[in-house]
């Protein structure tokens, strides 16, 4: 009896005691955001109302009553107020540089025809020095509401923008990128005359004399850029160093601004990379950014493997990707085909860069274990990607999950579609390009093959591929919101749908824009989820794009964008 009576007086002071040790023992949180309408994207606990965020990571997520025993006196508080709260925005092809770029130049997105075009060129003229280069993007013939007089093919001749800027070289980039155009005074500077040959991989756009009328399509737009490049590389080093620094704070700015957390991007140079090792290491870059580079093969053996970098910077920059290009974009007729162009049945597109190229390309990639992206817009092109990337991984059976991508993957043939999941090649998409090119499919491929094959999402997943979501920026939008809307609606010209059996769910295109960019990253367990342990990078948005009105998708606001448990975005 006097052992129990013992017994029982030691029983509560060890479990108090037990209770100060757990007490001590609880992490307590850095960041708790509460009351939230939470969106995880985690199968294990798909919806939760609270974050904890310790550091730059996940604490614990749950109800809010669990969640705010982990605070203390120094621990930030954030009521969500019953908001939307789901992963940051993963954009999984875009193009950082240029994005950054565009904010610094002419956006003509926005032109309506040519003849627009031509006054903010001018305007831009008055505004100008000397000789200084005008630059712009954006234009887009084929969404004008008339064609310009004279043109070839729908595109404009240089005589009117030549004659209001005939001492400042004019050179503005195609939306898709493919192609530019330039005034008299950029091709005099350029060399460029009536005998110039067309390029490989390129096209010199003629008038029925055989003169340049001022269109440079694909590898053509080398001969204006090399031009421009000469006078760029001519500035003092600290005026390059503020001018690219410059562009990455423009970049970063847009990102956040718009609920991206993380961005990949689709092409940098060595020196570039240099370039944001210094922002990261000065902290000037807030996004999460993984880079593919785009140097050329004999760059690429020389320098690649001091380039790999795997979350550098607390995880703000990776390279560890090659980008290269098979073909062009459907605007400008340089997608390539299997079969000629519906509205042009003597042109099936263009190879831009030889086979046998890229085929060394992926011997580098496989040998230093690099992934792969390769752009490839017509069926013909995602082919001989995927002939490529099938006779490389029967080469090397031993190298496992790489994880090599096609980037676009826009028009692809019925017979080639299973091929995805089963070599197990990401289809890196930008489902906005289908809402912004569904007025010119048609007429470009004809209705067979357009409803065949093209953005052909549901056809993809459901044989087991892969689909992740950017936006190409700034070919489109970089915002997220419009290219959701664009990926469960497939809506464009205010009434029409472009094959709406192909639409994403509102869940299917959340992982596409999350959990599956992460995967195409190979950051999966760093990112893209609200779960334990990972990255604390979120979004809150005004509406719920789960379950609000299809209508009020495109009104959603970002009210905040937090990355590594910081909130680098507020809205207004």
């Not at 305007?123 to 084929?142: C, D, N, S, T």
């Not at 503020?242 to 704070?249: E, G, N, P, S, V």
């Not at 991984?393 to 994880?403: A, C, I, S, T, V």
């Not at 760093?526 to 990972?534: A, E, F, W, Y």
Request: proline share 4%.
């Amino acid at each position: 009896m006097a052992a129990i009576k013992k017994l029982s007086v030691l029983i509560p002071l060890f479990l108090l005691f037990t209770n100060l040790l757990l007490a001590q023992a609880k992490e307590s949180a850095d960041f708790i955001l509460y009351n939230g309408n939470i969106f995880t994207l985690d199968s294990a606990m798909p919806n939760a109302g609270a974050i904890a965020v310790k550091g730059d990571k996940i604490l614990a997520v749950g109800n809010n009553s669990d969640i705010l025993k982990l605070k203390d006196k120094n621990t930030k508080l954030l009521d969500l107020k019953g908001k939307f709260v789901m992963p940051g925005f993963i954009d999984s092809h875009a193009h950082f540089w240029a994005t950054g770029e565009l904010k610094k130049n002419l956006d003509l997105s926005g032109a309506k025809n040519w003849d627009e075009v031509i006054q903010l060129v001018k305007a831009a003229v008055k505004k100008a020095k000397p000789g200084e280069w005008i630059l712009g993007r954006g234009w887009h013939q084929e969404k004008w509401n008339k064609a310009p007089q004279p043109n070839v093919s729908g595109y404009p001749f240089h005589d009117a923008i030549s004659k209001i800027s005939p001492n400042n070289p004019v050179m503005l980039k195609h939306a898709s990128g493919h192609a530019l155009f330039a005034n008299a005074k950029a091709m005099e500077m350029a060399g460029v005359t009536k005998n110039t040959p067309n390029p490989l991989g390129g096209n010199i756009l003629r008038d029925k004399e055989g003169n340049p009328i001022g269109i440079f399509q694909e590898n053509g737009m080398d001969i204006i850029e090399n031009a421009f490049q000469i006078i760029l590389d001519k500035r003092p080093e600290d005026v390059k160093k503020a001018d690219d620094l410059k562009t990455i704070y423009l970049a970063s700015k847009e990102c956040i601004e718009n609920g991206i957390t993380s961005f990949q991007d689709a092409g940098s140079f060595f020196y570039q990379v240099d370039e944001l090792k210094y922002a990261v290491d000065n902290n000037l870059l807030p996004i999460r950014l993984n880079v593919m580079l785009i140097e050329d093969n004999a760059a690429l053996k020389t320098k690649i493997k001091d380039y790999k970098l795997l979350g550098y910077g607390n995880n703000h920059l990776t390279v560890r990707a090659i980008k290269r290009y098979m073909d062009g974009a459907l605007g400008s007729r340089g997608a390539w085909f299997l079969e000629p162009y519906a509205d042009m049945p003597n042109q099936t597109g263009m190879n831009v860069t030889p086979l046998l190229s890229i085929n060394e390309t992926a011997e580098i990639a496989i040998q230093n274990g690099f992934q792969l992206c390769i752009h490839a817009i017509g069926d013909r092109g995602n082919r001989e990607v995927l002939n490529i990337y099938e006779k490389i991984f029967n080469k090397y059976p031993d190298k496992k999950d790489l994880r090599w991508r096609i980037e676009h993957a826009q028009h692809l043939s019925l017979q080639d579609i299973p091929r995805f999941a089963q070599l197990g090649v990401i289809a890196a998409m930008q489902t906005c390009h289908c809402t912004s090119d569904a007025s010119f499919v048609i007429k470009r491929l004809g209705e067979k093959r357009a409803e065949e094959g093209a953005y052909v999402w549901q056809k993809l997943m459901k044989s087991g591929a892969i689909i992740s979501n950017g936006t190409d920026s700034p070919v489109e939008s970089v915002n997220p919101i419009k290219n959701f809307y664009s990926a469960v609606t497939r809506k464009y010209d205010k009434d029409k749908t472009f094959y709406p059996d192909q639409k994403m769910s509102r869940i299917e295109a959340l992982k596409s824009y999350t959990i599956n960019g992460a995967y195409a990253s190979f950051e999966e367990n760093l990112v893209g989820r609200i779960s334990k342990n990972m990255l604390a990078d979120f979004v809150v948005l005004s509406n719920d794009l789960v379950n609000c009105k299809e209508d009020d998708i495109l009104k959603t606001k970002v009210l905040y964008t937090i990355i590594g448990g910081k909130v680098v975005y507020k809205g207004k």
